[in-house]
């Protein structure tokens, strides 16, 4: 017997219109937290939607150089803090960037605002 139960595979689920989709799949926007569980007991159409979600933050780009985060050792690419810099964009980097660019900018900001 399976540690648990597939509930995607069973009909369990009623067949949602074009607009209850929609508005599923924005709850799930709204509410989920990316890489956290995802609840087998939720509709497929809002588990479908979480898994989108994770892999939109598994692809996500450095703001700097524009190359793919890597996954680091738990499978997630959350990258670094990029301010001062990718306001704009979604303020993350990637581990070189930070090293050769962002870290080099801070300590330069925090030793100009010291002589002030």
Same mark, same amino acid.
């Given at each position: 017997? &399976? &540690? /648990?139960?597939?509930?995607?595979?069973?009909?369990?689920?009623? =067949?949602?219109? $074009?607009? #209850? %989709?929609?508005?599923?799949?924005?709850?799930?926007? =709204?509410?989920?937290? &990316?890489?956290?569980?995802?609840? $087998?007991? /939720?509709? &497929?159409?809002?588990? =479908? #939607?979480?898994?989108?979600?994770? $892999?939109? $933050?598994? !692809?996500? *780009?450095?703001?700097?150089?524009?190359?793919?985060?890597?996954?680091?050792?738990?499978?997630?690419?959350?990258?670094?803090?990029? %301010?001062?810099?990718?306001?704009? !964009?979604?303020? *993350?980097?990637? =581990? %070189?960037?930070?090293?050769?660019?962002?870290?080099?900018?801070?300590?330069?900001?925090?030793?100009?605002?010291?002589? !002030?």
């Amino acid at each position: 017997m &399976p &540690p /648990y139960i597939n509930f995607r595979n069973m009909k369990l689920f009623r =067949d949602l219109s $074009k607009e #209850e %989709e929609k508005e599923f799949r924005q709850w799930a926007r =709204d509410n989920y937290v &990316p890489f956290s569980d995802i609840n $087998k007991a /939720y509709h &497929p159409i809002v588990q =479908d #939607e979480c898994e989108q979600i994770n $892999k939109e $933050k598994n !692809n996500l *780009k450095c703001c700097l150089c524009g190359n793919i985060i890597p996954t680091n050792s738990f499978g997630l690419n959350l990258g670094q803090n990029a %301010e001062p810099y990718g306001y704009a !964009n979604n303020n *993350k980097c990637c =581990d %070189e960037c930070n090293l050769s660019i962002v870290i080099p900018t801070r300590l330069y900001i925090a030793n100009y605002n010291g002589n !002030n």
